[in-house]
């Protein structure tokens, strides 16, 4: 058997690119992956109007639908609701859209990376609380000899780029170890808006990092809008296509540029 996903990530309902939306809305309806995971950045200012755009989205594509909370989706105008309860707009979007999905091939562990605030500026970057990654840590442990392809999924690459001096991400290289030692085969994540697909070590384990683009219009780097695809078989088997939002808009044919 195989487990067909469709990872995309960084949507920022708000400044969204409609047309890459309606890209994905097609290829959904027409090819029904087993679920679609988004890995954050589902909103620009976490809005209640963004949310409900969010919503009325993810509910329409009538397929299960995976979520994780990136650092744009807290209160960005509302300063007391994001110190006392920054994830309660996200919260309600994940009760009204989310699921915990499973498959017999494929079983996803969630690892936030999400804060209220940190000691930098901005706010941007992950940051890995041990709380967090204890969860994850646990969840993991608890699947201990599953045959099943074990993918976490977070917002923020646990990881910076290879060879680029330090690591935007706060406690990641620990949480990378750690969770390829536990035996996650690949952590999904965003916020970059740049697609990556890499096999990376740290303390002498290693796990597949794969990043998918933005659905915005907030381009980074010369990256076009995109999502991926991901195609999972027991024990560790992952395939991933890279799927261009645009050469699909225009033409409706799946585009393959990894």
Known sequence: MTTRL?????????????????????AVAAERPDAVICTGDLTQRAKHSEYARAEQW??????PVVLQPGNHDMPYYNPWERFTDPFRRYDRLAQAVSCDFTSPDVVLVPLRTTVRAQRRFPWSDGVIKPVALQATLAAL??????????????HHPLLGPEGAPGNPT?????????????????????????????QRERGGHSARMIGTGTLSTRLRHGAPASWREITCEAGG?????????????ATGNPSDAR
């Open 6 to 26: 469709f990872h995309i990530s960084d949507v920022h309902f708000g400044v969204e690119d409609t047309a890459a939306l309606d890209a994905v809305a097609r």
């Open 58 to 63: 993810f509910a329409a594509l009538g397929v």
């Open 141 to 154: 442990a608890a699947l201990k000899g599953d045959p099943r392809t074990i993918i976490v999924i977070a």
């Open 170 to 198: 706060i406690g990641g290289d620990d949480a990378f170890a750690q969770i390829a030692a536990a035996g996650a085969h690949a952590i999904l994540s965003g916020h970059v808006h740049v697609p990556f697909d890499q």
């Open 237 to 249: 088997v992952i395939e991933t296509r890279l799927r261009l939002a645009g050469a699909e808009a």
